[in-house]
């Protein structure tokens, strides 16, 4: 019975992760770019090198 939960439990993750597809892999990448932009100006505001 447990090796049948392990298997629902590995294709809902696939199932999952297909859902997510390009469009959560764009809008992760533009907030992690945005992110890098906002640190830098945070740094080059306060005079670090």
């Known amino acids: ?12 993750k696939k199932t999952w992760l297909k859902r997510m597809g390009w469009g959560a892999i764009a809008f992760f990448t533009i907030k992690g770019l945005i992110w890098l932009a906002v640190f830098f ?3 080059k505001a306060c005079g670090a090198t």
Do not use: A, P, V
């Open 1 to 12: 019975m447990t090796d049948q939960n392990e298997e629902k439990n590995g294709d809902q």
């Open 41 to 43: 100006g945070l740094f």
